[in-house]
């Protein structure tokens, strides 16, 4: 069995990744407690404007994440990350100080173009660095950006805004982006080999582990020739259902407790933070297990199913009987999350390097158009018809669907011999 480092590389890489995971998320999700505290009012806009101002964040993060995942696979995911980082959070700041409509729009949709090359550039520098047996954990410590920064970021933004103003907020919370970025720039590698802090054995051992991986594919595939296959069709679109359901949730959890529960604003951000705390447990558990299994589907449609049946048992049983029906919420927030590590392991083990950033990146941005579907139209439908239990239908849903076009997806093992063991 051939060292790769496994410990040097998890306690430099991984911190490193999750926290600009998490802040390219504050920059992203703030924008909501700018609405909340008096965008609309200060820059003299219609509700209407301020929701396209919010929307337009995912217009850019749907059309360009293809091409970043293509630049970090063939030229480099620590430069585009960089520059990405930069970018935002300039443009994040920006946020605050730009009182013109016109130019606030063109800014958020800039925001989303940057910030929609971070994730599938991530995904693809994990693969160059974490083997097979590794990659559902590597991938959760990555995206448990996501549940953590909801935990503590709106702490955080409500002291700013309370303390200063929602423009300083904006301001603020960009900043650390940017210097995040050159501490990136200055710690990250792309490749292992081109890291001096692991010896050469390590770096000849992880190089020949990662390769062998590949050799386990018959041949080399070009990633428009993968986004017609099956697989990649039906992970597309259980993403986008999926993340109808997730972000359906995230986005209007705290109106309907507030509604349900009749508490206060403090107490209904401490309600809507359960269901993220069960959500780090459960991440992390998937991706231990999907990793030391190397079945990923096992680890990502049982979860769903769950999550869809949790949703649909808590507004059955309605705001009569709210204690039960917010554990079942928290429940179906953990379960909806619980899977996110296994899934985007799913990918490279079923299609080769060569095809599969690119891959992640298609299903990834139908995600992001899932989340805008998802984040609209359960609104819509909570505002309509006065009740949340019709958003609620729509999301439990979009779960159960993406439950069983998980099932359909050929995720087998692929022939790489788990010697691929790390030490």
Do not use: C
């Not at 980082?85 to 946020?95: C, D, F, H, R």
């Not at 259980?238 to 972000?247: D, E, P, R």
Request: hydrophobic share 55%.
């Amino acid at each position: 069995m051939i060292s790769t480092g496994s410990r040097q590389r998890w306690a430099r890489l991984i911190p490193v990744i999750f926290i600009v995971y998490s802040l390219a998320f504050v920059d992203r999700a703030n924008f909501g407690f700018g609405a909340a505290a008096g965008l609309s009012k200060t820059l003299h806009i219609t509700a209407g404007v301020t929701a396209l101002l919010g929307s337009l964040f995912f217009l850019g993060y749907f059309l360009f994440q293809v091409p970043g995942a293509h630049y970090a696979e063939k030229r480099s995911a620590k430069r585009i990350v960089f520059w990405g980082m930069l970018l935002w959070g300039i443009l994040a700041s920006l946020t605050g100080v730009i009182t013109n409509v016109s130019g606030l729009m063109i800014d958020r949709l800039l925001l989303g173009v940057v910030e929609s090359v971070l994730f599938p550039s991530l995904l693809v520098f994990n693969t160059h660095w974490f083997l097979k047996p590794e990659r559902a954990r590597a991938n959760t410590f990555l995206i448990l950006g996501n549940p953590i920064t909801v935990l503590w970021m709106s702490v955080v933004s409500g002291f700013l805004i309370q303390a200063l103003n929602w423009q300083w907020m904006f301001i603020l919370e960009g900043i650390p982006s940017v210097i995040m970025a050159f501490v990136w720039k200055a710690v990250i590698d792309d490749y292992p080999e081109q890291a001096e802090w692991l010896s050469p054995e390590a770096k000849a051992g992880l190089k020949q582990q990662l390769a062998g991986e590949q050799h386990a594919f018959p041949a080399k595939l070009h990633y428009w020739s993968a986004f017609k296959s099956r697989d990649v069709v039906l992970l597309s679109i259980q993403y986008f259902l999926w993340s109808i359901g997730v972000y359906g949730f995230v986005i209007w959890l705290p109106s309907i407790v507030k509604a349900a529960s009749g508490a206060g604003l403090g107490a209904t951000g401490l309600i809507s933070a359960t269901p993220y705390l069960v959500a780090i447990v459960l991440m992390v558990f998937a991706s231990y297990r999907a990793d030391q299994q190397l079945n990923r589907k096992v680890y990502v449609w049982p979860f769903l199913l769950l999550g869809g049946l949790a949703l649909y048992a808590s507004f059955s049983i309605g705001v009569h009987h709210f204690v039960i029906a917010m554990i079942l919420l928290a429940l179906a927030g953990g379960f909806m999350y619980a899977p996110y590590g296994p899934f985007f392991a799913i990918i490279p083990d079923i299609l080769p390097q060569s095809a599969s950033g690119e891959s992640m990146a298609l299903i990834n941005s139908m995600g992001a158009l899932g989340s805008f579907v998802g984040a609209y139209a359960v609104g819509y439908l909570n505002g309509a018809t006065g009740s949340p239990n019709d958003g609620f239908l729509v999301m439990s849903l979009s779960l159960i669907v993406a439950a069983i076009l998980t099932m359909l997806v050929h995720a087998h093992q692929s022939q790489v011999e788990t010697a691929s063991q790390v030490s």
